[in-house]
């Protein structure tokens, strides 16, 4: 089975840097998600990681590490738009099938 | 290119009752999966085609089933509703030659109440 662990909740202010972390245990593993999801609405697919390192993309950025399982969502500049829920997921070994994490709510303040 | 389309977006049932949901993938895409999000849950993941065939089936009862057609559109069914299927269906498309999770895009989805 495949089971993944992130914070509930994280708080920052506008302007400031935020690290989810998420920390895995599977089967089998292909490769590491990112997902953010406003309330109401459908999940949004923000980075992949299939290999150790960091991946950037603008002010996002993901960083995976395998041999500990362990990876993390870096958003920087902080924005109110930034408010959302963030998944993180891992792709079993066929490729098929996504497991996610609970979700991390982050609340963005002025 | 349209985004992934899902009909109904909303759905009222009664227990016992049986319900259909539709999914139309982005143009092109082969690869169609289904989940369900509750509050209590969170994001599970019921199960993925390609090809109209079934690739993998997450953890759930015999009354959630589904279909994917030649033109990659896929309906999910479940039967005898149960209170507790009440939820928010999300179905995602996949390129074809890519691993599922590294370019996933997310239909809106479908909020069903069971009363």
């Known amino acids: 089975g495949q089971s993944l662990e992130q914070p509930s909740e994280v708080t920052a202010v506008e302007g400031a840097i935020v690290q989810i972390n998420c920390t895995y245990q599977t089967s089998g593993f292909y490769g590491l998600s990112w997902y953010q999801q406003h309330d109401g609405g459908a999940p949004t697919f923000l980075s992949y990681?299939?290999?150790?390192g960091l991946e950037e993309t603008g002010r996002f950025s993901s960083f995976l590490s395998r041999s500990d399982s362990y990876g993390y969502l870096l958003l920087q500049e902080l924005q109110m738009k930034d408010s959302a829920s963030y998944f993180c997921?891992?792709?079993?070994?066929?490729?098929?099938?996504?497991?996610f994490g609970g979700g991390t709510r982050l609340m963005v303040k002025p | 290119k349209a985004g992934v389309t899902q009909t109904p977006r909303y759905l009222i049932k009664t227990r016992g009752q049986q319900v259909t949901l539709s999914c139309s993938p982005i143009?092109?895409?082969?690869?169609v999966s289904w989940y369900q999000q509750t509050p209590g849950q969170g994001l599970q993941f019921l199960f993925e085609y390609f090809s109209e065939t079934q690739r993998n089936k997450g953890n759930f009862p015999g009354r959630f089933s589904g279909r994917q057609f030649s033109n990659s559109r896929s309906e999910m069914n479940v039967s005898t509703l149960e209170l507790g299927d009440s939820a928010l269906y999300l179905c995602?498309?996949?390129?074809?030659?890519?691993?599922?999770?590294?370019?996933?895009?997310f239909g809106p989805g479908t909020r069903l109440l069971v009363l």
């Open positions: 143009s092109g895409h082969r690869s």
């Open positions: 995602a498309s996949s390129p074809s030659l890519r691993q599922v999770g590294e370019t996933q895009y």
């Open positions: 990681n299939a290999l150790d």
């Open positions: 997921a891992v792709t079993n070994n066929a490729g098929n099938m996504l497991t």
